[in-house]
């Protein structure tokens, strides 16, 4: 059995939706190792969240960043407003998508579907680093 846990800490980027599987698979090679498993990526913030989503086709990306806009606009009369007003609405799309994911590994690769691909979705205008903790556990390959 294999437990391991890491930080990866992602470039500064400002609003939008960023494919990070590249990042990810790199940040633990280790999962190579395993027959059968699972890894958890969280995210350790509220403005912005993480997903899973079409990788094919780069409007998936502009079409849910502009869904989420309209879903939760800025303009709304938001009282947390200390940070900017971009700022509340950024934690409500955090909430609505979620700052985690569990993906599942089997035979040493992670069990993404042929279209899927891991998102950072970045929902302040102004660039931010973001750090995610990826935890893999699994059993080993014989």
Partial sequence: MLIIQKKLTLPSFSNGIRMI????IEAVPEIRELDCGMLNIFLQHTSASITINEN???????DIQM???????????????LEGQDDMPAHVKSSVIGVSVNIPIGQGRLLLGTWQGIYLCEHRRSSHQRSIVLTV????SK
């Fill in 21 to 24: 599987t590249h990042e990810i």
């Fill in 56 to 62: 094919a086709d780069s409007d998936v990306r502009k």
């Fill in 67 to 81: 869904a989420l806009g309209k879903i939760i606009p800025d303009t709304l009369p938001y009282e947390h407003t």
């Fill in 137 to 140: 556990f699994g059993k080993k």
